[in-house]
């Protein structure tokens, strides 16, 4: 039996038919969803906070989690049908969807434990209290104005002209063209790349027209 509301389905669908690496990933799922609910709220249009909860990783919708882990397949089934039939804001979903891409897992966790939302209730949480319901009243105007950050961080023309590489817990930013030209060698350089500490993501990446074989690193 699936629990999860109608709307948390269908974005979980979006996510499905659109970067099913992320969908495969639990807490990028999450993020996803919580980001575009929080866009929704920021944006004033219908958003859904019911049954979120605080968890030492953010801020978790407890009945996908539930569904998700417990009966993925079915899950899977009903998110992809809710999809294509429910309206999703395409381009909140989008962006959101593109900002989660170019974060790690950590990098994801830490940027929701900085929101006042999951912050308000941060000593329970912490003190092993299990599934503390988070209140809508706590999402402040630091909430709102980290959201907006978010949202313009990437124009909608760059996140359709761009492809997002990750290799270890470096993500990189290039675009498709590029994507599509990248020779062995300059895959080699890549990996090279992500082991250097000092490299702080995402990494914009661009191959060099004049001197062939080269990548520019932004």
Known sequence: MINSSKRKLALAGWLQVNDIISYNVPLKLQKFI???ECACKVNEKPYEFDRLKGYKNGPVFSAV????????????????????????DNNIALKIGFFIKTCTEEELSEITRTMNIWNAKKDRILSNEYQVPLDDDDFNSEDKQLINNILSVYPLEVINNSEVITIKNKVFILSKKDSTELSPQQWDTLNELSNLNELENPIHIAIDKEKKGRLLVD
Not at 66 to 79: I, N, Q, S, V
């Open 65 to 88: 989690w539930g569904d998700y882990t417990k009966d993925r397949h079915e899950f899977d089934t009903h998110a992809k049908e809710e999809y294509e039939s429910n309206t999703i």
């Open 34 to 36: 919580f980001f575009y």
